[in-house]
């Protein structure tokens, strides 16, 4: 009888091994909580802009921005930190630009402390999210603080793409969208910083949307030239404010769909979630 002893033992064991819980610990058994979490976790788009982008604060004006969020799936949430009036720097340090010009002929800053806009994303921003940056219509001003050199534009448009690649994020620059501006029959582009806007994004190797040439090119395509300068009413009333530079809902839905349409056509990766 001895010599069956270990076989029985082997038998009965066998029962117990298949019985034993498969550890999650292992390889390929499956997926921890913390890690599908952050799988589940959707792509934050974040905004950086002045008013053409902006949300609103009344019926008009409407930034493009506002329209964004709707063209994109469950997966992706659009997060607009836009604020009319602001140019790239005043954004990026409120309340610590001063109107003084220095010798330098930039505005002086009192420190570079954070405003809470830039601080939001700094602190929320993660790896895979996207930054679009648009900025260049408020820079342009001649006083301080909204003041901007084109030097100084560039820098800080650079800075802030290599701050979102840092966090493994992926920067967009976008050149301001035109107001409408015409010459006989034809829209004409009006505005400035796009050669800094190219520049900065040849040095982060972010990708350029020139939304100044989609958007005169789009207005020449729905023939909003000639106008008599009247924005209250026709195509031109359903696509802009009483001024030539913001947007009703219809204009910003364009626009917005205009940025969209360059992400397919430049095969930048968040086009994969637009609807």
Not at 118 to 135: C, E, N, P, S, T
Not at 200 to 214: M, R, S, V, Y
Not at 250 to 258: C, S, V
Request: proline content about 5%; hydrophobic content about 45%.
């Amino acid at each position: 009888m001895r010599s069956f002893r270990p076989l029985i033992a082997t038998v009965l064991a066998v029962p117990l091994l298949l019985a034993a819980p498969v550890s999650a610990e292992l390889p390929g058994c499956g997926i921890r909580p913390a890690a599908a979490a952050a799988a589940a976790a959707p792509t934050t788009v974040w905004l950086a802009g002045d008013s053409t982008m902006a949300n609103p604060s009344a019926t008009c004006p409407v930034g493009w921005g506002a329209q964004f969020d709707p063209l994109f799936t469950s997966d992706v949430v659009v997060n607009n930190l836009a604020l009319g009036g602001r140019s790239i720097q005043t954004w990026l340090y409120e309340g610590n630009v001063t109107s003084t010009i220095g010798t330098d002929g930039e505005c002086v800053l009192n420190s570079t402390t954070s405003s809470a806009r830039w601080q939001r994303v700094l602190d929320g921003m993660k790896a895979g999210d996207y930054l679009f940056i648009q900025f260049g219509i408020n820079d342009g001003s001649t006083t301080c603080p909204r003041h901007v050199g084109a030097a100084r534009y560039q820098q800080l448009m650079t800075m802030m793409a290599r701050t979102a690649l840092a966090r493994g994020a992926h920067p967009v620059l976008l050149t301001a969208v035109a107001a409408i501006t015409c010459s006989g029959s034809t829209a004409v582009k009006n505005r400035g910083f796009t050669t800094q806007t190219q520049a900065a994004a040849t040095a982060t190797g972010a990708p350029l949307i020139d939304l100044q040439t989609l958007s005169v090119n789009h207005y020449n395509a729905v023939r909003l030239c000639p106008n008599n300068g009247d924005y209250t009413a026709g195509l031109v009333g359903r696509y802009f404010c009483n001024d030539h530079t913001h947007f009703e809902t219809y204009g910003a839905q364009r626009i917005a769909g205009l940025v969209a349409g360059a992400l397919r056509t430049q095969n930048i990766p968040l086009a994969t979630y637009l609807l």
